[in-house]
């Protein structure tokens, strides 16, 4: 049975609440969220380096339309496509 969501209550607080009662929702939250960290930090890099999609699609040699999908959606990227485009808005990756 669903809950109802009470005022005031942050996001943070209504997605920890959700997975206590929904492990579905639990299990498919936790799948999607590293994909979705990984678009925003692509899309967060671009911005940063004041380039446009086209233009870093230009410089990876691909469309506009491959790169707003890695920012909208970054599931199944490889790293070698992930590496393209970090060199294309001039960042690296350091893992720590």
């Known amino acids: 049975m669903r809950k109802a ?3 005031g209550t942050t996001l943070d607080e209504y997605i920890e609440e959700r997975k206590k009662y929904d492990p579905e929702f639990a299990d498919g939250f936790d799948e999607g969220l590293r994909p979705f960290q990984v678009s925003l930090m692509l899309k967060m890099a ?4 004041k380039m446009t999609q086209t233009e870093v699609a230009e410089r990876m040699g691909t469309t506009k339309s491959v790169i707003s999908r890695l920012e909208n ?3 199944g990227m ?6 393209k485009f970090l060199d ?3 960042k690296e990756m350091r893992i720590a």
């Open 46 to 49: 671009r911005k940063e380096s």
């Open 5 to 7: 969501r009470k005022r």
């Open 88 to 90: 294309a808005v001039g």
């Open 73 to 75: 959606r970054a599931e």
């Open 78 to 83: 490889t790293v070698g496509t992930l590496l």
